[in-house]
């Protein structure tokens, strides 16, 4: 079954730290793989995909992510962090063919001036 | 950009009661989903629609039904409501299945509240 983990339930960067959020999945197949984000109360906002090709993926807000098949994860980066970043961000599997998407549990970014 | 549209944003209810949460995708996209994101929960897939047609279907309670309509809305029907049920409800569409093109767009999200 496919599934998604995202083994920090929250991390505290300071503020111009570079930033990791890790995501590991388990799906048979090649994966469609996104990172979104969720600020308090609102709706998910799409950072960035990965369906194929280049494994280094840029999204908005400065933030990357790299696919590893290898390693099944699909980790966000971010060299500097600002403080407006502060949200939730999950990280979600998409299954070929289109019908849903699984999302992990979600990891709360904290920021600290 | 049009966006997915979600009516109402925030709806209360009592025990018991029905509701009815509308999603209109963006335009030209023919597939549609609903998500359930309970407080400090991750979004969870309940069902989706391709073509109006029932395509995948997650943990959505027998209580709940949706459909898909001639022109892609789509409505997510809720009866004899639980507390359980209060948490905000996504729709999410996008244009095709299984193609390059294969990404969901999420709407702002209807928050419903059970008393």
């Known amino acids: 079954a496919q599934s998604v983990t995202q083994p920090d339930i929250h991390i505290t960067v300071s503020e111009g730290a570079s930033l990791e959020l890790r995501c590991n999945y388990s799906y048979g197949a090649t994966p469609y793989l996104f990172w979104y984000v969720q600020s308090p109360g609102q709706g998910l906002q799409l950072l960035l995909k990965?369906?194929?090709?280049?494994?280094l993926v840029q999204g908005i807000k400065g933030f990357e992510a790299e696919f590893k098949r290898s390693q099944s994860s699909f980790n966000l980066r971010k060299p500097s962090v600002h403080w407006s970043d502060a949200a939730e961000y999950f990280c979600a599997v998409g299954a070929t063919g289109g019908f849903k998407t699984i999302f992990g549990a979600g990891t709360r970014l904290f920021v600290k001036a | 950009a049009a966006g997915v549209i979600q009516s109402p944003r925030h709806l209360i209810k009592e025990k018991r009661e029905t509701a009815t949460l509308k999603c209109y995708p963006i335009p030209r996209h023919d597939t549609v989903y609903w998500y359930q994101q309970g407080p400090g929960q991750d979004p969870q897939f309940l069902i989706s629609?391709?073509?109006?047609?029932?395509?995948d279907k997650g943990s959505i309670p027998d209580r709940f039904s949706a459909q898909q309509f001639s022109d892609y809305h789509s409505e997510l029907n809720m009866s004899s409501l639980e507390l359980g049920d209060s948490a905000l409800y996504f729709c999410?569409?996008?244009?095709?299945?299984?193609?390059?093109?294969?990404?969901?767009?999420f709407g702002p999200g209807t928050r419903l509240t059970v008393t």
């Open positions: 990965y369906f194929s090709g280049d494994t």
């Open positions: 999410a569409s996008s244009l095709g299945l299984g193609t390059p093109n294969y990404e969901q767009y």
């Open positions: 629609f391709y073509e109006k047609m029932q395509s």
